[in-house]
Nanobody, 128 residues
Framework: QVQLVESGGGLVQAGGSLRLSCSAS????????IGWFRQAPGQEREFVAV????????YYGDSVKGRFTISRDNGKNTVYLQMNSLKPEDTAVYYC?????????????????????WGQGTQVAVSS
């Protein structure tokens, strides 16, 4: 059974940093486009960042651009989300998601429905 696992969430003060990890069993992430999404209570799931399966193309949501960085380590079968200059409005459950390698438009990369596999999420809380 394919399983994505997020880790690295926690409580941090505004201005601080966290690094989230997304790892997988039975899924070579190097063959997958990996997205990060987040969902705050009462809100829709929001696109955060994506890294493509080939060429390591990256794309970010407007609210995190310049503060967050997505990267992958294929040797460790892990994708990371480095989050700097965190703000209280970044508080949410963060999910990683995977879709098998194919050429996607930017719009498709940012859509939750594009992704086949999802993790259970990791909570990030930023205090003011």
């Amino acid at each position: 059974q394919v399983q994505l696992v997020e880790s690295g969430g926690g409580l941090v003060q505004a201005g601080g940093s966290l690094r989230l990890s997304c790892s997988a069993s039975r899924l070579p992430l190097s063959n997958y486009t990996i997205g990060w999404f987040r969902q705050a209570p009462g809100q829709e799931r929001e696109f955060v960042a994506v890294i493509s399966w080939i060429g390591a193309y990256t794309y970010y949501g407007d609210s995190v651009k310049g503060r967050f960085t997505i990267s992958r380590d294929n040797g460790k079968n892990t994708v990371y989300l480095q989050m700097n200059s965190l703000k209280p409005e970044d508080t949410a459950v963060y999910y990683c998601a995977a879709v098998f390698g194919t050429f996607l438009t930017r719009q498709a990369m940012g859509a939750p429905g594009t992704y086949r596999y999802w993790g259970q999420g990791t909570q990030v809380a930023v205090s003011s």
